[in-house]
DNA sequence: CCACAAATAGTTATCGATAACTATTTGTGG
DNA sequence: CCACAAATAGTTATCGATAACTATTTGTGG
């Protein structure tokens, strides 16, 4: 086997194909591209020798060559670690990669200087889009996107999105207010909120805001005024577990308990059993999400269920009809569901 | 202000950067790469030029003008919503981006296929390297990668890598085996294995074989050969929930449980709990993982920690020495430890 | 103050694909 | 069987950065 001229260190391009099938560059590039104006035998042609040099295009030099703008797009996430955001990612993971689009996931740590580096990190790969998760970026992060022209879609929260933006997501100000609802009109007593802070951010503030504020339209809390503790770490079962332990501490009537997440709850859950508080005889537990967990409690958890994989494809959808310049709808809210579970 | 200079629509190139800055391309390309031989006067006026004419560097022109290889790591994981590997990508991811890398990942949904056609994808994009999460490529796959001439990292499950390839992980059968002789030490009776498979693929296949071989080699399995339970479903809290109720309803005396994680051993908990079935009493419980449910469990769970977002960081680690050729050793173990909880 | 080396800056060629244009081949009606 | 249109294929220029080379400037010892 003297077959030296294929020489596997230096890789194959568009011009070796060519050569291969006997036609030009042009020609094989619009068969690989599945262009018309080829005809059926030079096609074959061309697709014989791809599979014979083992040609893998370059994107680098296609998205270059071209109008400068590539198939990727880039994607902002607080981070990769937490339910809520992962299967988000995995739904517009799935739908762009099954249209030749793939994702630049980069992560922010809830931290708005390092989702702008990140931004500018996206941006030098010219990317088609961007995507923002979660709701904490910058007016410069905002200014810099505008500049570069690329779509963008914010994912997540669409309380306070202005009309200059795609979004998709859901009000999360309505979901607090819709379950401060829900819990005054069973409850009364010491209302309390356990949430967690990343990088000195609240996270979920519109959430709480809108529990609040139907607390105070119920007049739930004229005579005990919101408790709220933050926890200065990631939501986890176990910021839940301990944050729980905290609150009652610093407010040991605390009737009911509104949480970040459905983990944090479910840390709640464990903690109040582990002292044999009551659920919901002695305190009242709401979480946020509809996390898988809450499918084999056996006590069926309170909480505001999310599609989350829905919401990721119908970003990336979104993101797609934006980039080929088809109509799409500028605001999309999925819907959600108040579960009334065995916990609230 | 009729500052007509600055077209926005077009981005902004290094010639722009130079003519502002009164220098050539090159000069401003050694200053924005912190190449030495330009003087501290230059370096300011580029720098200046560069704010003011809103630079934004062309990653697709670098990477394609230069060896052609970018500073993309490509990555393989077969599912982003699985603890699991989130962590582990969060690892990969944090120390990539800090020295300026990027990974471009894609989920393969435990699918060789899928698999064989993200690494086509994301050769094409030439790479410096790829990592593949999880242990289920083809030969077709690896035999594409070797072809390319980039770095390859394998991570998860060291058990039977070659020698020609880098991995970082653990053994997997090593786990397994492990908790078998654990399990088979305290415990007799009908062994069982509570697992789920994906797209036809048996998951944890090598802990599982472990786990078979130590409860053989303790003649744990004699009288009753060992029972497995795969559910055709994603890995998760009700996995684990209905696989218990199968493996007890076809093996109604089985005694001892080990599952595939911890969300699924969660998940037979809780089936226990609902029927009444003492924990370790009537049947004992182990998983794998160590995950973060486990925190907060009232009874601890018997299971395996595994540190994922250190196999994250060491995976990194190893890529970017392989990309900058320094040494480094080609099997990295990381040290798991066997939890010895009240489950079992 | 000159000669020469070292430091600094500029020129040229190049990576691989594709858009836009041009050339050639094929096919069909009269 | 010719003229012309339609289909097919080829040529040329280009995207933006950088490596490798060349040119210029600066600095220093004698």
Redesign the interface.
């Known amino acids: 086997m003297l077959d030296d001229t294929k020489k596997?260190?230096s890789?194959t391009s568009l011009e070796e194909v060519a050569k291969k099938a006997g036609v030009s560059k042009m020609t094989a590039s619009r068969v690989l591209r599945n262009k018309t104006g080829v005809s059926e035998k030079t096609r074959k042609k061309v697709l014989k020798a791809v599979k014979e040099v083992?040609y893998?295009?370059?994107?680098?030099?296609a998205?270059?060559g071209t109008g400068?703008t590539?198939t990727l797009v880039g994607i902002a996430v607080p981070?990769?670690?937490r339910?809520l955001f992962?299967?988000i990612?995995?739904g517009i993971?799935?739908r762009l990669?099954s249209v030749g689009y793939?994702?630049?996931?980069?992560?922010t740590n809830y931290c708005p200087n390092s989702e702008n580096d990140?931004i500018?990190?996206v941006?030098?790969?010219?990317p088609c889009g961007v995507m923002l998760l979660g709701n904490d970026s910058s007016t410069q992060t905002w200014e810099m996107l505008q500049?570069?022209?690329v779509s963008v879609v914010k994912v997540w929260d669409t309380h306070d999105i202005n009309d200059n933006s795609y979004s998709v997501g859901f009000d999360h100000y309505k979901i607090g207010y819709e379950m401060g609802s829900y819990l005054s009109n069973r409850y009364s007593g010491q209302f309390a909120f356990v949430g967690s802070s990343a990088e000195g951010h609240f996270l979920g503030k519109n959430r709480l805001r809108g529990y609040e504020q139907a607390l105070i339209d119920a007049k739930a809390t004229e005579t005990k005024p919101l408790a709220t503790y933050y926890l200065n770490d990631r939501p986890?079962?176990?910021a839940?577990?301990y944050g729980t332990e905290q609150i009652l501490s610093k407010y040991p009537d605390t009737r009911i308990i509104y949480y970040l997440d459905d983990?944090m709850a479910?840390?709640g859950i464990?903690?109040c059993?582990?002292k044999g508080i009551k659920i919901p005889g002695d305190i009242a537990i709401a979480g946020f999400g509809g996390l898988?967990?809450s499918?084999?409690?056996?006590t069926p958890l309170t909480t505001t269920k999310v599609p989350r994989l829905k919401i990721g494809q119908m970003a990336a959808t979104t993101m797609l009809k934006l980039v080929t310049e088809q109509e799409v709808a500028k605001h999309h809210e999925v819907e959600t569901e108040l579960v009334k579970g065995m916990t609230a």
């Open positions: 596997d260190n890789s083992n893998v295009p370059n994107r680098l030099a998205a270059f400068n590539s981070t990769l670690s339910d992962s299967q990612l995995e993971e799935r990669q793939q994702p630049l996931i980069g992560t990140w500018k990190t941006l030098s790969w010219k500049r570069s022209n986890s079962f176990y839940g577990y983990n479910v840390g464990f903690y059993k582990s898988s967990i499918s084999v409690l056996t």
